[in-house]
T-cell receptor
C-alpha cells in the first residue's frame, strides 16, 4: 500500500516553544490529509482536516491558533504546536487517503517539559 | 458516520482463529466497513474493508451480515504479533476516519 511518513518521530521541547511536525505522502498525492492526537491508553482523536491550497478544517474543541496546519503541496502537510505546554504532550498521527484507502504515518511522540 | 460497538477486549490462543465482532446497526447503504489495527506506539495499520460482500486478503477475512448491521473480522491463524487494538469504522469513503475505543486483542502462547 501507499506510504505516509512523519518527521520527527520523537521530539522533546521546553514549555513555551513551538514544534513543527511534518507529514508526507511518499508515493502518491493527497489533496487532503488528517491530523490525530492520541493520549496514553486512549483512542485516536481527530483534530483537523488539512486541505491543500486552502484553510484547514478543525474539529470542535481544537484551537486553530494553537495547532497551525499548513498544506502547501500535494505531498506535505505540517502541524505546528505553538507555545507548547506539558498538556500538549501526546502522540500525533497523520493520515492521507488515496483512491484505494487511507494510510497512516508512524506517529510523532511529543514531550513538552 | 454510523457508530460502531466493539467489545473492549478479547483473548485468543496463538495459532487459533481470532474472530472480532463489530455492531453497526445504523449503517447506511453507501457506508463501508473498515478495519484497522494499532500496535503499541505505532500508527494504525489498514487491514481490510468491505461494503456488502465478504472480503478476504492476505491479512484477514471480513464477514458482513446480509442486513449489514454487524460484521466480523477473522484472523485465521493468530500470532503473538497480532496483539493490538483493532478498530472497526463505518464511513462513506472520504478518508476521514473517526475512531471508537476498539477491541484490544491479546494473543496468548
Amino acid at each position: 500500500g501507499a506510504v505516509v511518513s512523519q518527521h520527527p518521530s520523537r521530539v522533546i521541547c521546553k514549555s513555551g516553544t513551538s514544534v513543527k511536525i511534518e507529514c508526507r505522502s511518499l508515493d502518491f498525492q493527497a489533496t487532503t490529509m488528517f491530523w490525530y492526537r492520541q493520549f496514553p491508553k486512549q483512542s485516536l482523536m481527530l483534530m483537523a482536516t488539512s486541505n491543500e491550497g486552502s484553510k484547514a478544517t478543525y474539529e470542535q474543541g481544537v484551537e486553530k491558533d494553537k495547532f497551525l496546519i499548513n498544506h502547501a503541496s500535494l505531498t506535505l502537510s505540517t502541524l505546528t504546536v505553538t507555545s507548547a505546554h506539558p498538556e500538549d504532550s501526546s502522540f500525533y498521527i497523520c493520515s492521507a487517503p488515496d483512491h484505494l484507502g487511507t494510510y497512516f504515518g508512524p506517529g510523532t511522540r511529543l514531550t513538552v517539559l | 458516520d454510523a457508530k460502531t460497538t466493539q467489545p473492549p477486549s478479547m483473548d485468543c490462543a496463538e495459532g487459533r482463529a481470532a474472530n472480532l465482532p463489530c455492531n453497526h446497526s445504523t449503517i447506511s447503504g453507501n457506508e463501508y466497513v473498515y478495519w484497522y489495527r494499532q500496535i503499541h506506539s505505532q500508527g494504525p495499520q489498514y487491514i481490510i474493508h468491505g461494503l456488502k460482500n465478504n472480503e478476504t486478503n492476505e491479512m484477514a477475512s471480513l464477514i458482513i451480515t446480509e442486513d449489514r448491521k454487524s460484521s466480523t473480522l477473522i484472523l485465521p491463524h493468530a500470532t503473538l504479533r497480532d496483539t493490538a487494538v483493532y478498530y472497526c469504522i463505518v464511513l462513506f469513503p472520504t478518508g476521514k476516519l473517526i475512531f471508537g475505543q476498539g477491541t484490544t486483542l491479546q494473543v496468548k502462547p
